[in-house]
T-cell receptor, first 114, second 114 residues
């Protein structure tokens, strides 16, 4: 089974930096994803980590430590439009197929204040 | 049209009704998924299809019946639902050999069972 934990809500200031943590306990691991979801909209893909280390993509970076079952999403130069939920998801290996479903955490609701 | 398209966007149905949700992807992906998103709960994987064959049924009640007639289309047939089935139903697609590009989600169908 999978257990994925992330904070329920965080608040940060426009222009600042925020780090959203995610810990996971899984029976299998085949990669970790971060998604952004604005209210009433579809989740959109932000990042993918399968090896330890930091992946940087513009203002967003994601880090993974497989031995610790830990990841974080780092958002720099925060903008008001970054107010959204951020979902951590682990890719499991589904028996019998090449397609693997994702197991999601509950998401972190990030509030950006002026 | 590009991406993943879901219809209808909103659906209200009685507990004795039969309805179907439709998902279509124009990305050339070979795997499709149904997820359920309820308030205060993480996204829950319901069904996985790879190359039009179901590879996982995540212990979903039989009142939900998926159908994947080809790699571009996915349906979720609903019958005798319960009020607790009210949720946002999200379809997603992916390409097995391009995992790092993430899963693409549709905008979802907001289902209300009365």
């Amino acid at each position: 089974g999978q257990n994925i934990d992330q904070p329920t809500e965080m608040t940060a200031t426009e222009g600042a930096i925020v780090q959203i943590n995610c810990t996971y306990q899984t029976s299998g691991f085949n990669g970790l994803f971060w998604y952004q979801q604005h209210a009433g909209e579809a989740p959109t893909f932000l990042s993918y980590n399968v090896l330890d280390g930091l992946e940087e993509k513009g203002r967003f970076s994601s880090f993974l430590s497989r031995s610790k079952g830990y990841s974080y999403l780092l958002l720099k130069e925060l903008q008001m439009k970054d107010s959204a939920s951020y979902l951590c998801a682990v890719r499991d290996v589904v028996a019998g197929g090449g397609a693997d479903g994702l197991t999601f955490g509950k998401g972190t609701h990030l509030i950006i204040q002026p | 049209e590009t991406g993943v398209t879901q219809t209808p966007r909103h659906l209200v149905m009685g507990m004795t009704n039969k309805k179907s949700l439709k998902c279509e992807q124009h990305l050339g992906h070979n795997a499709m998924y149904w997820y359920k998103q309820s308030a205060k709960k993480p996204l829950e994987l319901m069904f996985v299809y790879s190359l039009e064959e179901r590879v996982e049924n995540n212990s979903v009640p039989s009142r939900f019946s998926p159908e994947c007639p080809n790699s571009s289309h996915l349906f979720l047939h609903l019958h005798t639902l319960q009020p607790e089935d009210s949720a946002l139903y999200l379809c997603a697609s992916s390409q097995d050999n391009r995992v790092g590009y993430g899963y693409t989600f549709g905008s979802g169908t907001r289902l209300t069972v009365v």
